[in-house]
Nanobody, 124 residues
Framework: QVQLVESGGGLVQAGGSLRLSCAAS????????MGWFRQAPGKEREFVAA????????HYADSAKGRFTISRDNAKNTAYLQMNSLKPEDTAVYYC?????????????????WGQGTQVTVSS
């Protein structure tokens, strides 16, 4: 069982940056691939970024490439999403998720554990 708690969301102006954190409980964090997803009002939840158990493999949605960076610190049981050059269309609730496998997936249903989400609002 893994419990995930996101933090770091907030209100930022367009062009600004935020770093989201996802703190995981449990001693097997390093064996899970991690992902970030987001859900904007009135839209379905969508993939943002994912990272393998070691951090050696990452995947990004086209909308995140070049602006967002996913990373993890297994010693701290924490995953991160650094978001730069934020746009109003990045406004959403951001969720971290853990996959019971070492390698990442872009598919929502491949993830077993989910956090409660953190709100990111980008003003124009």
């Amino acid at each position: 069982q893994v419990q995930l708690v996101e933090s770091g969301g907030g209100l930022v102006q367009a062009g600004g940056s935020l770093r989201l954190s996802c703190a995981a409980s449990g001693r097997t964090f390093s064996s899970y691939a991690m992902g970030w997803f987001r859900q904007a009002p009135g839209k379905e939840r969508e993939f943002v970024a994912a990272i393998s158990w070691s951090g050696g493999s990452t995947h990004y949605a086209d909308s995140a490439k070049g602006r967002f960076t996913i990373s993890r610190d297994n010693a701290k049981n924490t995953a991160y999403l650094q978001m730069n050059s934020l746009k109003p269309e990045d406004t959403a609730v951001y969720y971290c998720a853990a996959r019971n496998a070492r390698y990442p997936s872009v598919r929502e249903f491949d993830y077993v554990y989910w956090g409660q989400g953190t709100q990111v609002t980008v003003s124009s």
